[in-house]
């Protein structure tokens, strides 16, 4: 019976994959994982399958995981690339295969594969105590020391207290509960809407889902939830109007965004979240005065400002925070990802003194602040995260990423003349491309060639992973890179854009 449903799968699934990347490409999400980007050469060209299969004692067609970003035929018909080990900006795979991992993990990794120093860390927390919870006003030492660094490390405005969570999903979670509390003990109960942006990706928990502006994370799962509105994506490049300019264009968008309060309500609208950068969403870069225009809409409206750092916090733009860089002067804040360089789960929330006196009078009156995890706070995540931030302080860590982001940013950029290539956009240690016809934001490949998959699928057939989403690829390395690894990046990139252009022209002249 199980070889017959196994059978049945498969022949079902060269059928189901022309719509699969059509949706993806539409949608704009679902990770570059690296069964999906091999899809398009597999399952549209002649060209031999970019991974040599495995032999059947380590292949793994047919696990019992399911996974996250994931099309159930991949599981099914494709071997998943498992990852072994790692080694400062590099994995290897369960064969041995090497490659530079250009998208740190999940944009998290900034400290690289290996760093003995995080690995003493946790393994000397779990030797003392391996657990323990922080509720009902028991808590543990790294907890709180990791609390009171956090708020002494972000300086763009005072912050008053820290909320722990595992996951930026889960932070992004709680945003709002806390946002809610504050309001009700207020005695502001109609002021619990949201806004987030068109393209932003906030987690992929009920309402960290409904923030998210990527449709693909809202369909066959009713969401995003009533609460939650959408305004405008600040991409210039794909969103300006003829002949105006960025500050025009930030003007725009700050006035459409006074509209749908006003549409609203102000008194029914109580946050507005956005990442200073928008990275899953494609890289996208704020446009000149766009959150100084944004933040002043909010401030005439009393809607609180909540800056999702997940991505961009502890280096990556080459200041500690994105709110450093963009003068943003948030309510509350979610960190994690780089917080641990990703060695152990961790989030935090940052409160300012504000809202955290509210809960703080507020519980007292209710006899309790009712929210937490269990593993809020874990004392092993804890002591990786306080090393890790010792250790971006000690190497200096934005330094290192502005002076090895030049050789990043130029030398990927020194491809965008490509025929394929509409925009390549980045700050610091993070980039995206996207890839159309004519170098037009308005002339999209065919979805079912799928050339980000393509571009991404070259990569890693060269030991480069990257991120693909629909015709979008982004790159988000280590902060550690040196300029050799940082050479190597660029040259493999290069040679897969010119085979992913090979393969464009291949088929244009077969469509013609």
Known sequence: MMIARSRLLRSNAASKVESLVKYVASAGKL????????????????????????????????????????????????????????????????????????????????????????????????NKLPFYHSFWNRTTKPSLDLANEILKMFTAREMGKVFFANSGSEANDSQVKLVWYYNNALGRPKKKKFIARSKSYHGSTLIAASLSG?????????????????????????????????????????????????????????????????????????????????????????????????????????????????????????????LSSAYMPIAAILVSPEIADVIHSESNKLGSFAHGFTYSGHPVSCAVAIEALKIYNERNITKNVNEIAPRFQEGIKAFSGSPIIGETRGLGLILGTEFVDNKSPNDPFPAEWGVGSIFGAECEKRGMLIRVAGDSIMLSPPLIMTPGEVDEIVSKYGDALKATEERIAELKSNKN
Not at 38 to 45: I, K, T, V
Not at 239 to 256: G, Y
């Open 31 to 126: 990770d570059g994982l690296h069964s999906f980007s091999e899809a398009p050469p597999r399952y549209f060209s002649s060209e031999p399958f970019l991974q040599a299969e495995p032999t059947e004692e380590i292949g793994f067609k047919g696990h019992g995981m399911l996974a996250p970003f994931t099309a159930g035929w991949q599981s099914t018909d494709v071997n998943p690339l498992v990852i072994d080990r790692s080694e400062g900006a590099y994995v290897y795979d369960i064969n041995g295969k090497k490659y530079i991992d250009a998208l740190a993990g999940l944009w998290c990794t900034a400290l690289g594969g290996n760093e003995p120093r995080l690995v003493k860390a946790a393994t000397e927390q779990l």
């Open 214 to 338: 990527l449709p693909a994370l809202h369909q066959k799962f009713d969401l995003p939830a009533p609460f939650v509105l959408h305004t405008d994506c600040p991409h210039y490049w794909r969103f300006h109007l003829p002949d105006e300019t960025e500050e025009e264009f930030s003007t725009r968008l700050a006035n459409n965004l006074e509209s749908l309060i006003l549409k609203e309500g102000p008194e029914t609208t109580a946050a507005f979240i956005a990442e200073p950068v928008m990275g899953a969403g494609g890289v996208i870069l704020p446009p000149e005065s766009y959150f100084e225009k944004i933040q002043a809409v909010l401030k005439k409206y009393d809607i609180l400002l909540i800056a999702d750092e997940v991505i961009t916090a502890f280096g990556r733009l080459g200041t500690m925070f994105g709110c450093d860089k963009y003068n943003i002067k948030p309510d509350l804040v979610s960190i994690a990802k780089a």
